[in-house]
T-cell receptor, first 114, second 113 residues
Framework: GDSVTQMEGPVTLSEEAFLTINCTYT??????LFWYVQYPGEGLQLLLK?????DKGSNKGFEATYRKETTSFHLEKGSVQVSDSAVYFC?????????????FGTGTRLLVSP | SQTIHQWPATLVQPVGSPLSLECTVE??????LYWYRQAAGRGLQLLFY??????ISSEVPQNLSASRPQDRQFILSSKKLLLSDSGFYLC????????????FGEGSWLTVV
């Protein structure tokens, strides 16, 4: 079945450092790919998404490019802030089903220190 | 705009007691609805989804059940809670077209003691 693998955390960075969180996927078709973020004590918020190969999703300075050849969707940000500390989830869904079933990775905790 | 709310936000329940978590969506009609669980130290797991009133599909066998009595209302229940039911429960919705994004509620923390 479909699956998502993302790097284990925590990832600890200083403010203004460059961030990469790796995400790779396994899917039989052409899934849509997502990054969700969970701030402490809150639910999940959609951060960005990409629906086809070579699409780049971006939001709040974060970017991720849908790479079909490497089955990857790595999350990047050029300069992190303390407020970016959160858990980041990579996910996929098969857009051809009658409903949206998200398959999540296990999440990567990001800790940014001043 | 569409909004989703779930409650209660936090609850502590004894083993063997019943459970009811409620979720409502506003600003849309005929949404797909979902219940996810995030157990401690683990990722998110889809428990139930619904494509319409009274239509419930279960993804994993468990001690929980779900119901959809109205178009925009989704309820997660248990008759007798187990310790292993502890976790963070998230309700979510999406449009009924393929490719729509899933949006999550604020979550409910359940601790079974």
């Amino acid at each position: 079945g479909d699956s998502v693998t993302q790097m284990e955390g925590p990832v600890t960075l200083s403010e203004e450092a460059f961030l990469t969180i790796n995400c790779t996927y396994t899917a039989t078709g052409y899934p849509s790919l997502f990054w969700y973020v969970q701030y402490p004590g809150e639910g999940l918020q959609l951060l960005l998404k990409a629906t086809k190969a070579d699409d780049k999703g971006s939001n709040k300075g974060f970017e991720a490019t849908y790479r079909k050849e490497t089955t990857s969707f790595h999350l990047e940000k050029g300069s992190v802030q303390v407020s970016d500390s959160a858990v980041y989830f990579c996910a996929l869904s098969d857009p051809n089903t009658g409903f949206q079933k998200l398959v999540f990775g296990t999440g990567t905790r990001l800790l940014v220190s001043p | 705009s569409q909004t989703i709310h779930q409650w209660p936000a936090t609850l502590v329940q004894p083993v063997g007691s019943p459970l009811s978590l409620e979720c409502t969506v506003e600003g849309t009609s005929n949404p797909n609805l979902y219940w996810y669980r995030q157990a401690a130290g683990r990722g998110l797991q889809l428990l139930f989804y619904s494509v319409g009133i009274g239509q419930i599909s279960s993804e994993v066998p468990q001690n929980l059940s779900a119901s959809r009595p109205q178009d925009r209302q989704f309820i997660l229940s248990s008759k007798k809670l187990l310790l292993s039911d502890s976790g963070f429960y998230l309700c979510a919705w999406s449009g009924d077209n393929p490719g729509n994004t899933i949006y999550f509620g604020e979550g409910s923390w359940l601790t079974v003691v």
